[in-house]
Each structure stands twice: as C-alpha cells, then as structure tokens.
C-alpha cells in the first residue's frame, strides 16, 4: 500500500523533507493534494482531513502522513517514524536519538531562514515587516548562519565511521534534510551561505554525495521536484543576502 | 547511574520539560550547572562540554542530557530517549510517534511565546525590539494561542481511552509537557491564557490532576522548581498580554 503525503502544493516548504525521505528509498507514495481533484485527490482532500472535527490524531498543520489508518505530523515525527521501515536510520536507540537530534536542528534552522522574512508574524506580509526583516536576517547571517553550519561540519568531521554521513556509516534521513538545507540556503541566501560553505568542506561533500545518489538523481531530475519560490519557507530577497 | 541533566541555571526553561520527567518517574539525575563548582560541577561543568572540540555528539546548545558516554541534545530527542526508559511513554511505535508529535507541537508553541519578546533577534534585549514585540505578541494572543490549545483540547476530548491523559489511558511525558506549557502560558499571558482555558475545560482538569501526581507535587514544593522569571522564555510582560 502507498503512503499518503500530504501538504501544500506548489512550494518545497517543511514537505520536503518527507518527500525526499520517500523517494531516496523508493517508497510508493501519492502526493495527494498535487494530484487531480478529479480523482478525490488535490488539496481539498487534504483540507478535508485538516478540517475533520471527529479524527483521533488530527494534524495541527501540514505536512502529514498516512499510513493505512494512521496519520501523523510534524516533519521530525513523521521521519522518526518512517525511517526504521525506509531503512534510513540506524537499529538502535542511541542511533535512532542522535540522529532525530540532527533532524531537530536542522528544523530550528529552517524555522530561523523561515523568520527572517516573517519577523513579526506569519498573519502578515512580508512588505509589512521589512525594516524588522533587515535586522532578523543581519543576526541570520552573521551569526545563526555560521553557528549551524560549523556544527555539522563538525560531527560529520568527527564520525567515528568517516565523514561520508552524519550518522555512523549508512545513509540516513539527516542526511537527505542537511541535503535539502543546504539546498536552500543556497537559494535564500547565496552569497552569505558561499561565504560559510567556503570553510565546511566535509558538509559541502556531503551535498554533493547526496544529490549523485541514484534515486534522487532521478528524483532530481524529474517534474515532482518543485522548485524554490517566494511563497515558501527558502526565499530569495537579495537584500536579506547579508555578508 | 545517575543521568546528568545539562541546563542554564536560573530559568526553567527548556530544561524544565526534562526535568519534569526525570521527577515524575524519580529517576535519579544531577542537575549539573546547579550545582556547586567547588564539586567539579556548575556552570562551568556544562560550559566545558558544550565547548569541547573533540565531542563526537557535541549539543548545539543546552538542554542536553548525558546517560553514561552518551550525549543527547533537543529536548523532543530527550524526551524520546528517555521516555521507553521511564516508562513515559506506549511501547509500540505509533505510539512514540503521535507522542512526539504532541511534543513537537508543545515546542513549536513554546517557540512562539518566546518570539513574541524577540521577534527581530536574540542577540538584542527586549527594549530594542519592543513594538515589534506588540505587533508579535497581537497575533500569538488572539490567533496562535487559541489555536494550539483548542488542538490539545480536541485531542484529549477524542481520546479513545478517555480524556485523562493525551495518548491513551496512561501518563506520558506530553502531559507533563503540557502541564509546563499551561504554567507558562499563565504566567506570561495570564489574561490572554485564561480567557482561553475558560473554554478548554479538559486541558484544565489534566493541568491540575498532572500538578497532583505525588512526585510532581513533591517537586513542586521542593526548592529544585525553579520559577518563571523575565530571562526566560515565558517572560511576564503585561504590555504583551493581550486580550
């Protein structure tokens, strides 16, 4: 049976990183509110489930995911969940913690990128905010920025199984999200991340590593992969490029 | 073996959500930076590890938890490390995982109560940022927070096992969570707060009963709870309690 994910369509957004987990392990999965309402699919079939009063595990907010009858959200969760059956985490429990720590932190820094442009509230514009969204993304880039990013080149430096992955000597979900970070720092911020990356050899290698992988090469490569835009979380505003 | 939990002293903070389950399942930990440097232990204690340059799973930043050689930092990976341990937690894997998103979501809303004293950076102080601040705070007041604790409302109404507990008829570290999470909220916003637990009666009646397990009352009585104060996350601003 496939699963089912759902979140908005039209930007890469927290979705992604279930999407990517999906398709690195050649899992079936529909993209249900991408897919044609005609079908019973597209994004009312996703709000439905949004909006139902009587579900036992209701998603506070996309993305989501189905597994037969059972649903969960939160990115990190939804990982977690998945990655024993995708097999892409390791079997035990420090393992397992360690690299959800990873996935955690790469999350806090997406919620970071994510403020820069909405500083002062999701429920405004971004024209709204935008002497607040200077002084975020002067902080962003100064400081987050590089303070992240040395962090994993520093554990992927230090694993003990050599520095092809973040987690011991096998591919795992952190890898794939630190892929799609990087993937959108490059995005929002070329010029500020160019600069860090230029010292973080190992995660840059990394990267690389990961997009030459087989299946997602080919996801790469195809129409499901949707691009940054200026709806999403990654957004390119050359004035918040700071060095 | 004790565990040793790794925390800011003076604010409870993140650590609090920790420190929390530790207590209500007594297991034995030693709050480090709490203790005296003169032991070998205080802030310096936790400094000295969070900077260490050859850790193999260096925090990125405190709580983190250290159970004989093994480091876990984010307090949700916390949680669900220690969890099957202090039998906080259902045995199976879906399970975990809707307890982990319950958690993840109790994180995000404590991210936002945060913001809304720092919505332009953490490295300013709360004077510099304060209409900001307002503007911030107007949206968490009347939109977010009712949001989130009708979600948590809806889930302990359509609890299949009852609307004792979060998920299923059994304690689990959500609901000490939530606990955490309401006492914050009313300290922070306790007009805000209240004018929404008036209609959330069954998060209400599980604040309270969680405040009367026995080991969650001894510890709140004891000097190791530590109060909320205005260097925290959850800051008492009047000016931001908006109604």
Redesign the interface.
Known sequence: MSYELHYWPGIPGRGEFVRLALEAAGAPYIDVARESVTRGRGLPAMMQLLQDR?????P?APPFLKDGD?V???T??IL??LA?TLKLVGRN??SR??T??IQ??IADMV?EAH?THH??????HYEE?LP?AL??A??FCR?RLP??LH?FE??VA???AGPRHLVAGKLSYADLSLFQLIEGLRYAFPRATAQVLAGTPHIVALHERVSELPRVAAYLASPRRLGFNEQGIFRRYPELDIV
Chains 1, 2 share one sequence.
Not at 54 to 58: F, G, L, V, Y
Not at 119 to 124: E, N, R
């Open positions: 009587q579900a036992r595990h209701p506070l059972f969960i959200a939160q990190s969760a977690q969940y024993p429990e420090q913690s360690w959800l720590q955690l932190t919620s403020d500083p002062v509230g999701v429920g405004l905010q607040e002084r975020r002067t902080g400081e303070k992240y962090w520093h554990i230090h694993n003990p």
